[in-house]
Structures are given as C-alpha cells and as structure tokens.
C-alpha cells in the first residue's frame, strides 16, 4: 500500500528503516523473526520497495544477519518452545528471500 502513495518511498524508507532497526538489535527472537516477516511481505516486489530497501541498506543488513540468526536459533532453541517452528520457518525463508532478492527481483 505504501508503494502506491505519492511520497511512498518515503514511507517505505522509514517503515524499512524500523524493521531493520529491530532484526539487527536485541531482541527476542520472536519478535526479529516477526519482523522479518514484515520485511518479506512489505520488500518483495518492486521497484519503489527496492529502490527504498536499497538506500538504507537493508540487504547488507539481512546478509548479515543470516549467521547470527543461525547462531541465536541454535543457542536458544530449548527456550523458544511453540516458537520455534515460525523462529526456524523465518531464518530458512530470510536465505531464500536474500537469493530471490539477488537475482534482481
């Protein structure tokens, strides 16, 4: 919806900005992988979402959060109980999203 507005990059840029805030600080793994989730629907498709996602960096970001998400979820897996099945559904789904992403969609 935001793509659609006139001054929509600039909500795209701030939204982004707040999600990428969130996955790369300290937070319950939950609420990073909720997030991340966000970021898939919010950044898949376009050229305005990829122009926002460009300009503050928002694939260097999730590129690099891919092994501390990997090393999070292996630390605290006894903890996340019912959790965990959406927890490791994100972090396989943040791999594929950053190769979708690459291969310039």
Known sequence: ??????????????????????????YSLWVICETLDAIFDTFADGPLVNAAADSI?????????????KARVKT???TLGDHYPVIDAA?????????YKQKGH
Do not use: H, Y
Request: net charge positive; glycine share 8%; hydrophobic share 50%.
């Open 1 to 26: 919806m935001a793509a659609r507005k006139d001054n929509g990059l600039e909500i795209l840029k701030s939204l982004g900005t707040v999600f990428r805030d969130i996955v790369v600080g300290q």
């Open 91 to 99: 972090r396989v789904n943040l791999a594929r999203f950053i190769k």
């Open 57 to 69: 960096g928002l694939m260097i970001n999730l590129q690099q959060l891919v092994p501390v998400l």
């Open 76 to 78: 605290e897996r006894r």
